[in-house]
């Protein structure tokens, strides 16, 4: 079994995998002041839970944007699984020419976001994924990582109107009765729901029109699957996006047996 992490700035996703089948999947805080201690008894836990044995994992790899974790995790993986796990970064096989100014700038998880959704499709594709930043990344029909385009995540944003804007309250994200609303908290999740996927459809449109053709466009991450269903432009959603590209680059990039 393969046992995959992916540390994002708000939440760490943690998988197994039995060959391609992903036997258990967790989602955690990123807690940056948490020891490598205090996360190998979380993930212990998290096994446990499903019923896996840590003996059962033959190998582990991690994807990771907040830096001070990363020794950690490393730390956890050789403590649990008695090896060394692999780490998406700059050096490792992609299968994928990274066609960015500076390659070292794309963050980890848009590569293995990319490397998962062109492995699906094997066409000119936009991943979108929703997390703390809303990120669009742009694969050509030939596999090439083409770049992308950062925007401030949902959360973001919320916080952002609830610290800066003194009479508005913090709210929760949801479909508001309306696209007028009748409310401050209605007319907030109006601004929010209907604003961001106007911005997704927007910048889709655009980049297809740059590229010369429609593309597939495929998502993930939190809220995803609530401004899907008010797309025009997001045709799938796939909660598991991630996780699945680190399988395919632990494919990549595993040790040979000696």
């Known amino acids: 079994m393969l046992f995959v992490i992916d540390i994002g700035n708000t939440n760490i996703v943690l ?5 391609e089948t992903i036997r258990a999947q967790w989602r955690a805080v990123t807690e940056k002041r948490k020891t490598a201690d205090e996360y190998g008894i979380e993930i212990r836990d998290f096994f446990h839970y499903d019923d896996i044995h840590l003996e ?9 944007v907040v830096p001070t974790l990363q020794a950690s995790f490393e730390q956890v993986c050789m403590k649990l699984f008695g090896r060394r796990p692999i780490v998406v970064g700059p050096g490792i096989k992609t299968g994928m020419p990274i066609l960015y100014d500076n390659p070292k700038e794309v963050g980890a998880d848009r590569i293995v976001n990319s490397v998962a959704a062109y492995h699906r499709f094997h066409d000119a594709l936009i991943s979108i994924d929703f997390g703390t930043a809303t990120t669009f990344d742009v694969v050509s029909q030939k596999g090439e990582y083409l770049g992308g385009v950062i ?5 973001i944003s919320l916080e952002a109107l609830f610290f800066f804007a003194s009479k508005l309250p913090r709210i929760e994200v949801g479909k508001p009765r309306s696209v007028i609303g009748k409310n401050t908290v209605e007319s907030m999740q109006s601004g929010i729901l209907y604003g961001y996927t106007g911005l997704v459809d927007g910048i889709i449109q655009r980049i297809w029109k740059e590229y010369g053709r429609k593309m597939k466009t495929i998502g993930t991450g939190g809220l995803c699957e ?10 799938e959603v796939d909660q598991s996006l991630t996780l699945q590209g680190l399988r395919l680059l632990y494919q990549l990039n595993k040790p040979t047996a000696k």
């Open 15 to 19: 998988g197994v995998f039995d060959n």
């Open 56 to 64: 059962q994992i033959e190998g582990s790899i991690i994807s990771c």
């Open 151 to 155: 925007c401030p995540g949902i959360g």
């Open 226 to 235: 609530m401004i899907a269903a008010e797309s025009e432009t997001i045709e």
